[in-house]
């Protein structure tokens, strides 16, 4: 996470909307890769792939499949931004795994809209929010949380999904608010987890006359 948090403004003056945007339209093939993505991101690597990765997972009903394909990349990247690796290295196997380009332009027109509203309040504060050591912090949770979107829990996905993009627009705009808005949401989920878990639990208990 060195090389991000070093740098005043990772964005280069740009808008994350406009990234994504670019993003979006960017690629004419039916598919693309993990590694065409991570190529295409350049310099602001670790905080917009975050971005990327968890967003589809925001989606109300996530494409089936789409957490798999994605939830190892983003334990990768999120293991190695707490080690604060400045670039993030990733397994040939994964860098050839494939997504339809029609599933993230339909991703991105569902989450843009909501981004644009939420670039009007972004701004830089707490700023120790997001600089050493809190950002190793902030790094672990998101290793957590990535384990959390990789388990197969009904509607486990959105809010691990919604505290990893929090923390990646604390870490790109330098908004410490966003690092706390992340902390709500990643107690949320545990709690969600939990709860979602032990309802499994009880009705296979019950199902077999033991509850």
Known sequence: MTNNTSNSDPLNGRKISEILTELSNGFSAPTVTIGELRDALSGRIYGIFLLLLAV???????????????????????????????????????????????????????????IKKTERVIMPRLMYLVKPPADR???????????????????????????????????????????????ICTIASIAVIFTVISMILLAILHFWGLG
């Open 137 to 183: 912090i902030i790094a672990f949770v998101c290793v957590l949380l990535s384990l959390v979107i990789m388990l197969p829990v009904p509607f486990g996905n959105a809010l691990p999904a919604l505290a990893i993009c929090c923390f990646a627009i604390a870490i790109l705009e330098r908004d410490g608010m966003f690092a706390i808005l992340g902390m």
């Open 56 to 114: 589809p997972n925001l989606a109300p009903f996530p494409t089936p499949g789409l957490s798999a394909i994605l939830g190892m990349p983003l334990l990768l990247l999120t293991f190695q931004l707490m080690l604060g690796m400045q670039t993030p290295w990733f397994p040939q196997i994964i860098l050839r795994r494939t997504i339809k380009t029609e599933q993230i332009s339909q991703v991105f027109s569902y989450i843009l809209p909501y």
